[in-house]
């Protein structure tokens, strides 16, 4: 579908393609670009009058539509354009609404962090409820989606807050044994492993580095995370290496977790090696109990692995273990859903995260220009897997979004009391400064309160990270050498 945004604030003509993808999914956005093509045209004007700005919206085309809103022109101006910004979005929005009658779930939301906004809210002196009463109003959420972000900041209060001198560390591992078709992830295939050993002496260079860092500057480790890819994918000895290189970090750590998501990566000696690193977490992804589906998708395991994977887990000692489902997977209806929440109950992972198909723009499916899964069923599939957390005891904890998500749903973390991934919270609520080393990961200081945030990103190309590895560590003590 061809959509035509005229508007005068083409620096917000990006966000506002957001939005309109909230309707129409898939588009040919063109900006003051005036076109007879175009089924859909929005036409955007302002005025002021008054220390007041008028923002109005005419739609034409395939529906037709006019909306106008008012909002005080404020004198700080990063508030100012921020205000703009949301106006213009909220206005487009109005439009839409009121002419094709959907209504998303997460009204105008476009971004990541919804609880955010509630926590700004918060911050502001405002009690919670009163908080979740604004944002609602403010964007047009659902109902639903309000009660399930109330559930996850009651949650997330009872964790302590990260002190001045915490960090998180995070350590990637960017290769997997296949790609999965609708991953977006920077990782690349083991293939004949060529990169393998050179990128594990990088990393193990940058770590010795970063070790230095923590020391001078009295750091305490408040989580470790290694994720990917698949470190799991490593070969053993490069996998034990790795793991006894961290086991520095993870015994300072109040938390530690490794990803081994891929049933067909895992044995008893990589078990015993995250045991004996002192890893009490991990994460075993199986996506879906259905065999066909797998294949589909690119994973090359089955249902009975990931069955054998979680008794080796259990063996090995391992309390915690986290399991990844996905919603809207290509062919599932919500039969097939139904039946994987049925069959997660068996392997009794004490967290679970609910996931909704997503397609980016790096993944093969966005590139065979494969459509997502209708809205109405994957929204049945999401309350289904909540229902389903909730009769095990578990808890929603954190909650993330994406764009050109199947049904401009979410992806939420249940866990049973005791069990949330304190990690996942500090990265989904920007609370915490973070060191993260390989390819692709992105540090982050974060000034208490909040104040500020600047990150530094490690390179994402494998072999670019290895040549550059030094100056990957450089970039992080850079941060710390930042005024106020």
């Known amino acids: 579908m061809n959509v035509l945004f005229v508007t005068p604030t083409v620096e917000y003509a990006k966000e506002v393609g957001d939005v309109i993808s909230l309707f129409f999914g898939r588009i040919n956005y063109l900006i003051n670009m005036p076109s007879q093509d175009a089924e859909i045209q929005l036409i955007h004007t302002e005025s002021v009058h008054n220390d007041v700005r008028f923002c109005s919206v005419v739609l034409s085309g395939f529906y037709l539509g006019e909306t106008s809103l008012q909002e005080k022109i404020h004198q700080d101006a990063l508030l100012e354009k921020r205000m703009h910004k949301r106006q213009v979005k909220l ?5 839409l609404v009121q002419s094709t009658g959907i209504r998303p779930p997460w009204g105008s939301l476009t971004g990541i962090r919804p609880t955010r906004l509630v926590y700004e809210q918060m911050q502001q002196g405002l009690p919670l409820e009163e ?3 604004s944002v609602e109003e403010t964007f047009d959420v659902s109902r639903g989606k309000m009660d399930l972000l109330r559930d996850i900041i009651q949650v997330q209060q009872g964790f302590p807050a ?6 998180d560390i995070y ?7 296949s790609r999965c078709y609708y991953c977006s992830f920077l990782s690349g295939e083991v293939g004949k492993g060529e990169l393998l050993e050179p990128y594990v002496q990088a990393l193990l260079a940058e770590m010795d580095r970063v070790a230095v860092l923590i020391r001078e500057k009295g750091f305490s480790i408040r989580t470790f995370y290694m994720g990917g890819g698949t470190p799991t994918a490593l070969p053993l000895p490069l996998f034990r290496k790795v793991l006894e290189a961290s086991k520095g970090l993870i015994t300072m750590a109040k938390e530690a977790t490794v990803e081994a998501g891929r049933p067909d990566t895992l044995d008893m ?8 690193a002192g890893a009490s977490r991990i994460s075993i992804n199986p996506q879906t109990m259905h065999d066909t589906t797998l294949r589909i998708i690119g994973r090359n395991h089955t249902r009975k692995q990931t069955e054998e994977a979680y008794d080796l887990a259990r063996r090995a000692g391992f309390h915690h273990i986290n399991m990844d489902l996905i919603a809207g997977l290509p062919t ?31 993944s093969k499916m966005h590139l065979d220009q494969d459509e997502l899964p209708d809205g109405n069923m994957v929204s049945a599939m999401v309350d289904m897997g909540r229902k389903s957390a909730e009769t095990r005891g578990m808890l929603p904890y954190y909650l993330y979004r994406q764009k050109h998500q199947a049904g401009n749903l979410e992806n939420v973390g249940y866990a049973l009391p005791g069990h949330a991934c304190l990690y996942n919270i500090d990265m989904m609520e920007d609370v915490c400064s973070v060191l993260a080393l390989g390819a692709g990961g992105i540090s982050k200081r974060v000034w208490p309160g909040r104040k500020r945030i600047v990150r530094a990103p490690n390179v994402k190309e494998v072999s670019q990270y290895i040549t550059r590895v030094d100056e990957m560590a450089q970039r992080k003590r850079d941060m710390w050498v930042i005024n106020e």
Not at 162 to 167: H, S
Not at 269 to 276: A, E, G, M, Q, W
Not at 332 to 352: D, V, Y
């Open 171 to 177: 350590i990637g591992i960017p290769f997997c044994v």
């Open 131 to 133: 908080a979740l009463l």
């Open 269 to 276: 000696d990589k078990l015993s090696v995250i045991r004996d």
């Open 91 to 95: 206005a487009v929005y109005n439009v």
């Open 162 to 167: 990260p002190q001045d001198n915490e960090t």
């Open 332 to 362: 599932e209806k919500e039969e097939q859903f139904a039946q994987t929440l049925e069959w997660s109950h068996t392997l009794r992972p004490e967290s679970l995260t609910i996931h909704t198909l997503s397609v980016k723009r790096s």
